[in-house]
């Protein structure tokens, strides 16, 4: 895939010039570049189909795993595509209803992306598409993006508040203003004077 990534790049690039100096649209290359970005884009399509169709039944399989950084390369390629030439727009249209009808590849994708290398290879989907990932993938992403922040996540010990329910204000005030940074965010155990403990986080 880098030879393509590498050729697609560099053609963007002259095509890109050649329409910043006028070159006309009709010629014949022009339309066998858009019925190739076409057929490129189907393909995709039907691989994904595919592929949701084995994630729906839950078969995973080495050449669904192996596969994947093929078709996140195509895609992204088709996106930057896009945005060569504003007589294109169907291109993007219809890049995003091929994500939105396999939502679950998408997801797929974008979780199967280093951490290291995220801003190409799905930088695009989370600029454009966002709305079409799910809370989970967000925030899975989120956590991998932040790698010293999931790591730190729920460690430490948890802030206790001994409060007298007559005085619930008063004394939880008294103690979260003694308590650090770190075990706030590790969370707050509530015991109260003289009662036993009947909730969660409540001792």
């Given at each position: 895939?880098?030879e393509f ?10 095509v890109?010039s050649?329409v910043g100096?006028g070159?006309?649209r009709?010629?014949p290359w022009?339309?066998v570049l858009y019925e ?6 189907r393909?995709a399509?039907?691989y994904?189909a ?8 839950q078969?995973?399989?080495d050449?669904t ?7 996140r ?5 088709l996106?930057?595509?896009s945005?060569?030439d ?5 291109i993007r249209?219809?890049?995003?209803a ?8 998408t997801?797929?994708?974008?979780l199967?992306s ?13 600029a454009r598409h966002?709305?079409?990932l799910?809370f989970d ?5 989120a ?9 730190t996540?729920g ?7 001994l409060?007298d329910r007559?005085q619930l ?5 008294r ?6 940074p ?7 155990v509530?015991?109260f004077?003289?009662e036993?403990a009947?909730g969660?986080?409540?001792?």
């Amino acid at each position: 895939m880098a030879e393509f990534e590498t050729f697609s790049s560099a053609l963007r690039q002259q095509v890109t010039s050649l329409v910043g100096a006028g070159a006309p649209r009709g010629r014949p290359w022009w339309t066998v570049l858009y019925e190739t970005l076409v057929s490129l884009l189907r393909s995709a399509n039907e691989y994904m189909a595919t592929t949701e169709t084995l994630l729906r039944g839950q078969t995973s399989t080495d050449w669904t795993a192996s596969s994947l950084p093929c078709v996140r390369a195509v895609l992204a390629e088709l996106d930057a595509w896009s945005d060569v030439d504003a007589a294109w727009p169907e291109i993007r249209v219809a890049l995003r209803a091929t994500l939105a009808a396999h939502a679950g590849v998408t997801r797929a994708i974008v979780l199967s992306s280093s951490g290291a290398d995220w801003c190409q290879e799905i930088g695009w989907i989370v600029a454009r598409h966002r709305d079409l990932l799910d809370f989970d993938t967000r925030r899975r992403l989120a956590m991998a993006l932040l790698p010293k922040v999931a790591a730190t996540a729920g460690r430490g010990s948890q802030h206790e508040l001994l409060v007298d329910r007559s005085q619930l204000l008063a004394d939880s005030f008294r103690s979260i203003a003694h308590a650090t940074p770190q075990k706030l965010r590790a969370g707050l155990v509530v015991e109260f004077r003289d009662e036993m403990a009947t909730g969660s986080g409540v001792h």
